[in-house]
C-alpha cells in the first residue's frame, strides 16, 4: 500500500475491524481487550463492524497472525466492507507492511489509534506539541514500511554530466526532515518544560496540591468539577483530558489546597508519549497528596488500577502518600464488588462524583492530610503580627484567647503544615516561653498519620500486593 493511499485514509467515520491476540502472561481476557480496543476506535470515530481473536504461545514475525487468522481477517474484512483493521498490539513496520499487503486496506496498531486519539483532543499549544513529537517519534522507525518506491533523487540536470550516480535515496531525505522537525520542536517543548516546572516548584513552595489520577474515563474530571469551580471538559469518552487544570478546592475551616485534574492512564500507554507529556505529568509527580480514582463499576477495574500504579512509577510518583478512591458506585448493581474491594483495601473511599456521594469524607481526608498531625498548645503572638494573628483564627480552631501587653496567647490545634506555614509569615511565635522553631522536631517526630493508617511509601507498593495503607 502506497504512502498516497495511506495518507488519503482516515479513521474518523472509517469501517474498523478490531483485532486482538492473547498472549501467555496476559491479564486482561480477550473480551475484555476487545472491548476496550472498541471503546479507543469509537473516541477515533470510527465505526466498529467485526472483531478477530486469536490465542497464540508467540506472535508470527511476518504477520503477527497465524497465517489461517490472517486469510479469516481478510475474508472479515471484505464481508464487512471495512476499510481500516486496527490491532489491540504495537506491530513492526513490517508486519504493517505485509498485512497490509495481504488486506489490501490500511493497519493500524494500538499505539498508532491512541496518537490519533491525542491529536483528536490536543487543544493547547503544548498538547499539540507534545502529541506531534510522539507521532514522530513513532513515525520515524516505520518510513521504510511506508515507502515502497525508494525512488533516486539525482541533483542538476535530468541528465547530462553530473547527473548519474546512486544520488540520495527518498527514505534518507525524509529522515533527515524528520530529525529536523524534532529538533526543533524538542527545544520548543524544552522551554514550555521548563517554564512548567518553575510553575509547579513555585505554586507547590506556596500552597498545599492534591492530584487527581486515575485510569482514563475513571471520572477523575467530573469529580474535579464538582469539588472546584468546574471547567474541566467532562466526557463519557476516552482521554477526554489531555492538558493539566488547577484550581483552588475550599476544604472548611479556612483551609484550601490545589487540585489538578490530571491526564488519564491507559494500559500499554506508549512509551514515547508518556516521554512528549512530561511537562503535563509534572504536575503529578510534584503533588504533596494523590488521590487515586477507579472506576469500581467497570468489570476491568482491578486490572486498570495496576495500570495505574505501574504508570506511576514509572513516571516517577513513588514518594507522595496516596488515598484510593472508589468511583461510580452508584451505578454498581451489586455491593459485592464493592466489598471486595474494601476488603483488600480498607482505607478506600467509596464516593460517587455524580451525585456526590462520599466527596464531604474525602475533603475531611484530604484536610487532615494538608494540616498534619495536630498538637494541642498555647501560642503567644504579639498583636502587631496581623498576619500571623489571622492565620491562626481562619484555620485553626481557637479555644481560648488571653490579651497580655502587646501579645495575645491563643489555645488551639495546630497541625504540622499549618505550624511551618504560620512561622512563614514572620514575626516570633512562642510556645510557653520557647520559640515554636526550635520545637518543630520535638512536637512533630513521627510519621504523618490519617485515621489509623500510616501511609506506606508508595515505592514499597507493587500491584500483585495490593494497596497498602490506601
Same mark, same amino acid.
Given at each position: ?25 496476559? &491479564? #486482561?481476557?480477550? =473480551?475484555?481487550?476487545?472491548? /476496550?480496543?472498541?471503546?479507543?476506535? !469509537?473516541? $477515533?470515530?470510527? %465505526?466498529?463492524? *467485526? ?76 498538547? &499539540? #506539541?507534545?502529541? =506531534?513529537?510522539?507521532?514522530? /517519534?513513532?513515525?520515524?522507525?516505520? !518510513?521504510? $514500511?511506508?515507502? %515502497?518506491?525508494? *525512488? ?99 476544604? *472548611? ?218
Amino acid at each position: 500500500m502506497s504512502q498516497v493511499q495511506r495518507e488519503q485514509l482516515k479513521v474518523a467515520r472509517e469501517r474498523a475491524v478490531l483485532v486482538a491476540v492473547r498472549l501467555p502472561g496476559d &491479564r #486482561l481476557d480477550l =473480551e475484555a481487550r476487545l472491548e /476496550e480496543l472498541s471503546a479507543l476506535a !469509537l473516541t $477515533a470515530g470510527a %465505526d466498529v463492524v *467485526g472483531m478477530l481473536s486469536q490465542r497464540r504461545s508467540k506472535p508470527v514475525g511476518r504477520t503477527f497472525l497465524g497465517k489461517g487468522k490472517v486469510e479469516e481477517l481478510g475474508l472479515l474484512i471484505k464481508s464487512v466492507k471495512a476499510t481500516i483493521a486496527i490491532f489491540d498490539h504495537d506491530l513492526t513496520p513490517a508486519q504493517i507492511r505485509n498485512l497490509e499487503r495481504a488486506m489490501s486496506v490500511k493497519i493500524i496498531d494500538r499505539s498508532e489509534l491512541i496518537l490519533d486519539i491525542f491529536a483528536r483532543r490536543a487543544t493547547t499549544h503544548a498538547a &499539540r #506539541l507534545q502529541v =506531534e513529537i510522539a507521532q514522530l /517519534e513513532y513515525t520515524y522507525p516505520r !518510513l521504510r $514500511a511506508m515507502w %515502497d518506491h525508494l *525512488g533516486q533523487v539525482t541533483g542538476g540536470a535530468p541528465v547530462g554530466i553530473g547527473t548519474r550516480g546512486p544520488g540520495e535515496q527518498q527514505l534518507e531525505i525524509d529522515r533527515r526532515l524528520v530529525q529536523r522537525r524534532l529538533k526543533r520542536l524538542r527545544q520548543e517543548l524544552d522551554g514550555i518544560h521548563a517554564r512548567k516546572a518553575r510553575e509547579v516548584t513555585h505554586r507547590n513552595e506556596d500552597h498545599y496540591t492534591v492530584g487527581l489520577v486515575g485510569y482514563t474515563n475513571a471520572g477523575k474530571s467530573s469529580m474535579f468539577n464538582r469539588l472546584t469551580s468546574g471547567g474541566a471538559f467532562a466526557h463519557d469518552k476516552l482521554f477526554a483530558t489531555l492538558s493539566t487544570r488547577v484550581e483552588q478546592w475550599t476544604l *472548611g475551616d479556612g483551609n484550601a489546597v490545589l487540585l489538578s485534574d490530571t491526564v488519564g492512564f491507559i494500559r500499554d500507554l506508549p512509551h514515547h508519549l508518556v516521554a512528549s507529556f512530561r511537562s503535563t505529568l509534572e504536575e503529578t509527580v510534584q503533588c504533596d497528596l494523590l488521590l487515586v480514582v477507579v472506576d469500581v463499576s467497570d468489570p476491568t477495574a482491578k486490572q486498570q488500577f495496576d495500570a495505574v500504579l505501574e504508570t506511576l512509577d514509572e513516571i516517577g510518583a513513588r514518594d507522595q502518600p496516596r488515598q484510593l478512591v472508589l468511583n461510580k458506585v452508584d451505578r454498581l448493581d451489586r455491593s459485592d464488588s464493592l466489598l471486595s474491594w474494601l476488603a483488600a483495601h480498607p482505607d478506600a473511599l467509596p464516593v460517587s462524583a455524580e451525585s456526590g456521594e462520599g466527596l464531604d469524607r474525602l475533603a475531611e481526608i484530604v484536610r487532615d492530610h494538608a494540616v498534619g498531625p495536630q498538637r494541642e498548645l498555647s501560642l503567644t503572638v504579639a498583636t502587631a503580627n496581623a498576619r500571623a494573628v489571622d492565620f491562626l483564627e481562619r484555620r485553626t480552631p481557637v479555644s481560648d484567647r488571653v490579651y497580655g501587653d502587646g501579645v495575645v496567647t491563643l489555645r488551639t490545634s495546630l497541625g504540622a503544615r499549618q505550624a511551618q506555614q504560620l512561622l512563614s509569615r514572620g514575626g516570633p511565635v512562642q510556645v510557653d516561653g520557647v520559640p515554636l522553631a526550635d520545637l518543630l522536631d520535638s512536637l512533630w517526630p513521627e510519621p504523618m498519620v490519617v485515621g489509623d493508617t500510616c501511609r506506606v511509601p508508595p515505592h514499597r507498593l507493587h500491584p500483585a500486593d495490593g494497596w497498602a495503607g490506601g
